[in-house]
C-alpha cells in the first residue's frame, strides 16, 4: 500500500455495530456475587499526608458558578502565537507522529543551547546536558527523584508554587520553607537561608520571577545564595520559567555565576513567556552526571516529550518569536491592577516579574479562603487564597492579571466595594 495515500474513511454505518436489543439477562445463580472479604487501602499512606492543590479546590467551586470574573488562572491569556502553532500543524501534516530520542530531538537541544548563551550566559552541550520533558513540572520531579535519599532536605522559599512541597515528598524528600516577606518585596537573601541550613540539606530549589508573588531578586542576592550553597555543598534547582516576563530590574541565572554551573539544575520551558501551556514542553540542563540521571528515570516513565510539541518549540526559538509584545501588555496591566488595589486600601506591592500580585487582606478578621470564598460569593471575582501556596501565604490572595484588562478594571471595582462593606462590619 502506498504509504502516502490517505486511508478512506469507513462508509457512514459500515462500522460493525454492537448487536441490538437488550442484552440477555444471566441465568439465575450465575451472576457475580459481591466479594465480603475485607480490603485493606491500596493507596501509599504517605500521600494520605499531602493535600490536594489547594488551587484546584477552589477552581471546584468557581466552576460550578456563572458570570465569575476571574484572577485565579495561572497562564497566559494570550493564544500562543501563529508561527508556533504552523510549525506543528505542518509537522502533523508531513507525517510527525513518532517518539522521539529519548533526550527530545537534538534541533530543539541545539536551538535551546544557542537561546539560553545568548539570553541567560550560560552554556550547556545539547549532546549530553539538555533533557527535554513535559513541562517544567516532569523536569522538576525527575530533578527531585535523582537528586534525594530518603530523608533529605530541600530547602525552597515561600509562598511558592503549589507543587514545590509535594514534589519534594514524593521523592521522599523533606521540605524545608523559608519564608519570604512582603516587607522587603518577598526576596531570598543569604541569611535567611542560613538560618535554616542543617547538615541534611541536600538542595536548594528557587524560582525568580516568582508564583504567587512576581518577586525577583537583584545581583547581589543571587550572589549571596550562590556563596552559600558553596559553602554548604548544596546543589541548587532553579526553576526559570518567568525568567522572560522580568519588567524591572536585571536578570541573573545563579548558574551563570562562577562555579555554580556544576551545582546548578536549571529547568526551564515554553508555558508562561511562549504562551504554550498546553503543549506541555520544558527542558533540564544539568552536568552530564546529573543529566544522565534525570534522563535515566525521564527513559522509563515518560520515554520523550511530544514531538509535535517539540516542533513547535523549534520553531519558537529559532525564528526568535516576539514576546516583548506579551510582555509589556502584562506589564500594563501589572501597573493598572497595583494602582487599583492600592487605592482600593487593599495594600499591594508591585512585583517586578511574572503575572501575579499578592495583596495583603489579612486585616478584616478573615482567612484568606474565607476571603477569598465571601469575594466570589458577595461579587463574583475569583482570587486564589494565598494559603494555597503555604502557610505563609495566609493573609493574601493571589490575583493574575493574564486576563483582559476591563475584566481587571470591573474585578477591582467589585473588590473595592467589597472590602469598604468590610471595614463598616
Ligand atoms: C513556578 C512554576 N514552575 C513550574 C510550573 C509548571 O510549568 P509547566 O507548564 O512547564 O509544567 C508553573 C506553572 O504554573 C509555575 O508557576
Redesign the pocket.
Known amino acids: 500500500m502506498n504509504g502516502s495515500k490517505s486511508r478512506p474513511e469507513p462508509a457512514k454505518g459500515s462500522r460493525p455495530r454492537a448487536s441490538k436489543g437488550p442484552r440477555p439477562e444471566p441465568a439465575e445463580g450465575s451472576r457475580p456475587r459481591l466479594s465480603t472479604a475485607p480490603r485493606r487501602s491500596f493507596v501509599a499512606s504517605y500521600l494520605n499526608d499531602i493535600p490536594r492543590s489547594g488551587i484546584r479546590d477552589f477552581f471546584d467551586i468557581v466552576s460550578a458558578r456563572k458570570d465569575v470574573i476571574s484572577l485565579g488562572i495561572?497562564?497566559p491569556d494570550f493564544v500562543t502565537p501563529w508561527r508556533i502553532r504552523e510549525a506543528s500543524i505542518t509537522a502533523l501534516d508531513r507525517g510527525a507522529t513518532t517518539y522521539t530520542s529519548n533526550r527530545g530531538l537534538i534541533e530543539l537541544r541545539r536551538q535551546i543551547a544557542r537561546y539560553l548563551g545568548q539570553a541567560f550566559d550560560v552554556a550547556y552541550d545539547p549532546e549530553n546536558e539538555i533533557l527535554i520533558t513535559v513541562?517544567?513540572?516532569?523536569a522538576?520531579d525527575l530533578a527531585m527523584r535523582a537528586i534525594l535519599e530518603p530523608g533529605d532536605e530541600v530547602m525552597y522559599h515561600e509562598p511558592?508554587?503549589v507543587?514545590y512541597n509535594p514534589e519534594i515528598r514524593f521523592a521522599h524528600g523533606v521540605p524545608v520553607p523559608v519564608v519570604t516577606r512582603r516587607e522587603n518585596g518577598f526576596r531570598l537573601t543569604r541569611p535567611m537561608l542560613e538560618e535554616k541550613v542543617s547538615p541534611r540539606t541536600k538542595a536548594l530549589l528557587l524560582?525568580f520571577p516568582?508564583?504567587p508573588t512576581g518577586a525577583t531578586l537583584t545581583r547581589e542576592d543571587v550572589e549571596g545564595i550562590a556563596a552559600f550553597a558553596q559553602a554548604h555543598d548544596i546543589l541548587v534547582i532553579t526553576?526559570e520559567?518567568?525568567s522572560e516576563l522580568t519588567y524591572e530590574g536585571e536578570r541573573v541565572s545563579i548558574a551563570s555565576l562562577p562555579g555554580m554551573k556544576e551545582r546548578t539544575i536549571f529547568l526551564h520551558?515554553?508555558?508562561?513567556s511562549w504562551a504554550m501551556?498546553g503543549f506541555?514542553?520544558?527542558y533540564a540542563c544539568a552536568p552530564v552526571e546529573l543529566s544522565e540521571a534525570m534522563m535515566k528515570i525521564h527513559q522509563y516513565i515518560m520515554m520523550c516529550a511530544p514531538i509535535l510539541s517539540q516542533k513547535a518549540a523549534i520553531e519558537a526559538l529559532k525564528s526568535n518569536v516576539d514576546t516583548d509584545e506579551m510582555r509589556a501588555s502584562y506589564e500594563h496591566r501589572r501597573n493598572f491592577i497595583c494602582a487599583g488595589l492600592n487605592e482600593a486600601g487593599i495594600p499591594c506591592h508591585v512585583p517586578k516579574g511574572a503575572f501575579y500580585v499578592f495583596p495583603y487582606v489579612g486585616d478584616y478578621g478573615l482567612t484568606s479562603k474565607d476571603f477569598a470564598l465571601r469575594l466570589l460569593d458577595e461579587e463574583n471575582v475569583a482570587c486564589v487564597p494565598g494559603s494555597a501556596f503555604g502557610a505563609s501565604g495566609e493573609g493574601f490572595l493571589r490575583c493574575s492579571y493574564s486576563t483582559d484588562l476591563e475584566a481587571i478594571k470591573e474585578a477591582v471595582t467589585r473588590m473595592a466595594r467589597f472590602v469598604a462593606r468590610l471595614r463598616k462590619g
Open positions: 495561572g497562564e513541562g517544567v513540572s516532569e522538576l511558592c508554587f507543587s524560582s516568582t508564583n526553576d520559567i518567568y520551558g515554553f508555558s508562561k501551556t506541555r514542553l520544558g
